[in-house]
């Protein structure tokens, strides 16, 4: 089974740092598009940072500059860097990553997200 573990969350002052990573376990045919998204307390889950296969890279302008995501791909493991972080960063971070599995002879695309992992950033 395809698992999507995330860990690295935490409570930081203002201008802080933290690493969040997530890992796909499991039997993977290929792992493609991989994000990290946001929510926020009373919003709507928001996409931080998304990277392609081939290490394509976009972010949230309100991050520009100040996170980097990365992925290793022989780990099946995404990365995010979270510098300068303002108290506006607060919220819920979740992976997503789109994989795909095999089953007999048939490929299975799938969207999974994690469970989460809470980034507070103190002012």
């Known amino acids: 089974q395809v698992q999507v573990v995330e860990s690295g969350g935490g409570l930081v002052q203002a201008g802080g740092s933290l690493r969040l990573s997530c890992k796909i376990s499991?039997?993977?045919?290929?792992?493609?598009?991989m994000a990290w998204y946001c929510q926020a307390p009373g919003k709507q889950r928001e996409m931080v940072a998304g990277?392609?296969?081939?290490?394509?890279?976009d972010y949230a302008d309100s991050v520009k500059g100040r996170f980097t995501l990365s992925r290793d791909n022989a780990k099946n493991t995404l990365y995010l860097q979270m510098n300068s972080l303002k108290p506006e960063d607060t919220g819920v971070y979740y992976c997503?990553?789109?994989?795909?599995?095999?089953?007999?002879?048939?490929?299975?695309?799938?969207?999974?997200w994690g469970q989460g992992t809470q980034v507070t950033v103190s002012s």
């Open positions: 990277i392609t296969s081939g290490g394509s890279t």
């Open positions: 499991g039997s993977i045919f290929n792992l493609n598009d």
């Open positions: 997503n990553a789109v994989t795909q599995v095999l089953q007999g002879d048939i490929i299975h695309e799938l969207d999974l």
